[in-house]
Every structure is written in structure tokens, then in C-alpha cells.
């Protein structure tokens, strides 16, 4: 058997290791050679490398001083270790803790004192959405509106009773907000939670201002089990469109709450913010 021979000089140590065939616990550098000075974490490898002989004795090293064509690695990794750790492997582990404590950060911040303003909201909902959402638009919203209408209309010229809608608006805006105007006929996240057996089995479609709150609350209304969907673009969309708003005692208005003095609405409505 031909005996290992290091590509370097070899210190006492690993040479009388390597004179007695067994194999020491050496650590290396990028191109596998021992260094007595270098350790990669915590974790150190048995990598000897060896001159491999052939027909006209042994063969050229390369610049890393390994055989130029072949070699043999030999290892015994510890009980309990893994054989190796490289380098890059260390730099992944890095970036994703960074990237991990970026995250808690941005949540941490997002829930204080138990209220979530639009903009944390949007960032929360991003990095911790479980669950897929689905989406309905203004215009769906709106045709399910008048749909239904007509459905109570008919009964009222038939004297029958008033048929229930197949859906139920959800404002998930906050009180200061929903007191200035809703959607016609939504209701507040109170009045829902109070009154959800009343609304079993009937499809939630929330909203809010722009419908990142309201995205959040549909999908924690999916995982208790409810049908929910999160109406796109919200009340801004809803504005934008130039359709009806009303106060929580059904009151026309045109006055709408839209958060922020960035958020316009067209002329045709009094922005309160």
C-alpha cells in the first residue's frame, strides 16, 4: 500500500501520524491542505490527500498541489460530525440568519400595542400569509349588489319574504374609519363577530382602504374555517369606480375616510384623512 504523502511540508505531528498509517484530525485551507491555524466553525474534518502512484512513479501536482489527474481522499469523519463543512455552506447559514432576523424585526415592529397601522399591515401580511386568499374585484362586487336587489324587489311586487344575500360585506378598517362611511350594506368587524352564527355559511368579502387589511383578516377567517374573499383594490377601488357610499345608519354620504393624504378619490367625494 502506498503511503500517504502530504502536497506540503508536513509538521512532527502529521508526519508521525502519517508514519504510523492512521489518520489525526487536520484542518484545511480552500484547496485541502493542512493548516495547523484554521478552523471552519466548529467543525474540523480528516481530509489527507495522496500522491497517487502510477506506472512511472508519481504523478505531477497541480498549483493546489494535488495529483494533476487523479487522487484519493481519506476520511473518518468524528461520531456525532458531519465529514465536512465548506465555506460556502458557512456564508448560506449567514445570509439566511440575517435575512431571518430582518423579518422578526419587521413583524415585531408591525404589532405594537395590539394595533396594525395600512403599512404594516401590507409587510406583516407578506411575510407571514399562510394561506392563499382568493380575490374579487369591485365591479363582482357591484354586480352581486344589484343582483340581489332585483331578487328583493321581485319578492317585495310578489308579497313574498325578502331573500338573504348569498354574501356579506366585512369593513376590517379601523372605527375612526368605518364612522365617516361604508360600502352600502357592509358591516364592521364587531358587528360580524358578534352576529357570525347569523352569517353561517354565507361568503365574507372583506375590505379596507386599500385591501391589505382586509387580505390579513379574510385569511384568518379561512383558517377558523369561514368562506372569505378579499375584495382588490378596497374602498379606494370602490371610489375610483364613483359608486355610492353610505353612513353605518344608511345614510347617503360622499364623504369617504381614506387614511392618508396620498390616497385620492375623485372630485365627487370629500376626503377625510
Known sequence: MTKPILPVRAG???????????FMKVPYDRC??????RKI?????????CRVSGPNGHQPLDTCGHPSQSRTTLRRPFPGRSASLFPSSQLFMKYA???ACVASACLASAFTLGSVSPAHAQLGGLLARRVSVPEISVAQVRKMQLEHQKQVDSAKKQEMPTPDPAFVLVDARSPEETEVSV???AITVKLFEAQQQ?????TVIAYCT???RSDRYAAKLIDKGIKAKNMKASILGWCAAKLPLETLDRKPTNRVHTYSSQNTV?????AVH
Do not use: H
Open 12 to 22: 512532527p505531528a502529521i508526519q508521525r501520524c502519517l508514519d504510523s498509517n492512521l
Open 32 to 37: 485541502d491542505r493542512p493548516q495547523n491555524d
Open 41 to 49: 466553525g466548529s467543525i474540523t474534518s480528516v481530509m489527507l490527500w
Open 97 to 99: 440568519f440575517i435575512v
Open 183 to 185: 360600502i352600502p350594506g
Open 198 to 202: 347569523k352569517f353561517a355559511g354565507t
Open 210 to 212: 386599500s385591501g391589505y
Open 266 to 270: 375623485p372630485k365627487i367625494y370629500e
